[in-house]
């Protein structure tokens, strides 16, 4: 991108569309032309001792940096396409920067309108070191707070499963059902919560569930 002429070059990604509670949270990266962090890759090739380590100075080290964050309320209520998009305008945002372009992994552009040019690449948080650094700083700010989240709702085991599908996290369903941070419209209600007093609505203005 840079040797196409684009002087700001922002690197994208997102984590916690899968999760089954917490916040969706995408994260964008600008890193500088003439430095480089050892150590920086896919956020899921990494544990979480090795992203906690990074952090710091990946933070440092990034021109600017953000991590866009949307509810489990939100996602609800917008579905997930819609809750993405406002995940990534709230990172673009929250740069002190404007980026001319971005690049994001995968094959579907959920940062138009909010950056002009959109480069979209299959595996990018495997080949782009802007996206890579992105995943990981979305990544360690969503796990903190459902760490943070798992001292108000402990029967869920957010601090180690970070919202996700696990045996643990399904068992607690069946037993305790959702807590207020559940995404209330994913289909784990139909199979992990046997309360009929609780049930699985669509999103505003949909008819399909998730």
């Not at 995943?135 to 869920?156: C, G, N």
Request: contains cysteine.
């Amino acid at each position: 991108m840079w040797e196409r002429g684009h002087d700001v070059v922002v690197g994208i990604d997102e984590v916690g569309r899968g999760a089954w509670a917490g916040p969706l949270s995408v994260g964008a990266a600008i890193l500088p032309r003439d430095t480089r962090v050892n150590g920086v890759r896919d956020s899921k090739l990494l544990s979480e001792r090795e992203r906690e380590a990074l952090f710091d100075r990946l933070t440092e080290w990034c021109v600017a940096w953000s991590v866009g964050s949307v509810s489990q309320e939100e996602c609800d209520h917008l579905g997930m396409s819609a809750a993405q998009k406002l995940a990534a305008r709230r990172a673009i945002e929250g740069l002190d920067v404007d980026p001319d372009v971005a690049v994001t992994d995968g094959k579907w552009d959920f940062v138009s309108p909010s950056v002009p040019h959109v480069e979209l690449a299959v595996k990018a948080d495997l080949r782009c070191l802007s996206v890579a650094t992105a995943s990981i700083l979305a990544k360690v700010v969503r796990d903190r707070e459902m760490r943070a989240h798992a001292e108000s709702y402990p029967h869920w085991s957010f601090d180690t499963n970070k919202g996700y599908p696990c045996p643990v996290h399904k068992a607690a369903l069946l037993g305790y059902g959702p807590s207020a941070i559940h995404r209330r419209t994913w289909v784990f209600m139909d199979h992990y919560v046997p309360w009929t007093a609780i049930r699985r609505t669509p999103p505003a203005g949909q008819s399909s569930l998730f």
